[in-house]
T-cell receptor
Framework: GEDVEQSLFLSVREGDSSVINCTYTDSSSTYLYWYKQEPGAGLQLLTYIFSNMDMKQDQRLTVLLNKKDKHLSLRIADTQTGDSAIYFCAESPGGYNKLIFGAGTRLAVHP | NAGVTQTPKFQVLKTGQSMTLQCAQDMNHEYMSWYRQDPGMGLRLIHYSVGAGITDQGEVPNGYNVSRSTTEDFPLRLLSAAPSQTSVYFC???????????FGSGTRLTVV
């Protein structure tokens, strides 16, 4: 089956690192994605990782993938107030060209 | 380059009315999808298309129809609106996996 799970809420202090976790079920997912949604807006692609990679770094963002446990994480270094948003993890079940999303993690950044 | 355009941005319907949510993309993307977003439930896939003339059902297709007569357009039809269809609807398109999907800005639908 296809299911993606995330914790719903994370609160961090400005300047700290944030780690958002996600578990997925479909081992055929070729790509896994992280999207960001700011209030009242659509979804913005943050980054993605190919299933044969363990880690991907893109400026302040680091994605870790554990295929054995079907666990994906997004680390945001030096978290800023502008990072406050909902972050969605998504899997792409192999060959179907569609995305299945988790419920989203609301990140709150406080001074 | 407009990306993915959704119209209208807001809509109020009465129970039983029908309407079409429009979605158009100008990126020559093959893949298009419709999602609904409800609080605490993330985005759920309604219908998707892998090319003109080809559509398939997603997780929550009941009460919705789609068609894909051109590469650019992927309208979503509500046949007989129900209060349970009150939601924010997003259309998205993609050309290649490594770029993910590009999302429209959404249509906020209220059914009373």
């Amino acid at each position: 089956g296809e299911d993606v799970e995330q914790s719903l809420f994370l609160s961090v202090r400005e300047g700290d690192s944030s780690v958002i976790n996600c578990t997925y079920t479909d081992s055929s997912s070729t790509y896994l994605y992280w999207y960001k949604q700011e209030p009242g807006a659509g979804l913005q692609l943050l980054t993605y990782i190919f299933s044969n990679m363990d880690m991907k770094q893109d400026q302040r963002l680091t994605v870790l993938l554990n295929k054995k446990d079907k666990h994906l994480s997004l680390r945001i270094a030096d978290t800023q107030t502008g990072d406050s948003a909902i972050y969605f993890c998504a899997e792409s079940p192999g060959g179907y060209n569609k995305l299945i999303f988790g419920a989203g993690t609301r990140l709150a950044v406080h001074p | 380059n407009a990306g993915v355009t959704q119209t209208p941005k807001f809509q109020v319907l009465k129970t039983g009315q029908s309407m079409t949510l429009q979605c158009a993309q100008d990126m020559n993307h093959e893949y298009m999808s419709w999602y609904r977003q409800d609080p605490g439930m993330g985005l759920r896939l309604i219908h998707y298309s892998v090319g003109a003339g080809i559509t398939d059902q997603g997780e929550v297709p009941n009460g919705y129809n789609v068609s894909r007569s051109t590469t650019e357009d992927f309208p979503l039809r509500l046949l007989s609106a129900a209060p349970s269809q009150t939601s924010v609807y997003f259309c998205a398109s993609s050309g290649q996996h490594e770029y993910g999907y590009t999302f429209g800005s959404g249509t906020r639908l209220t059914v009373v």
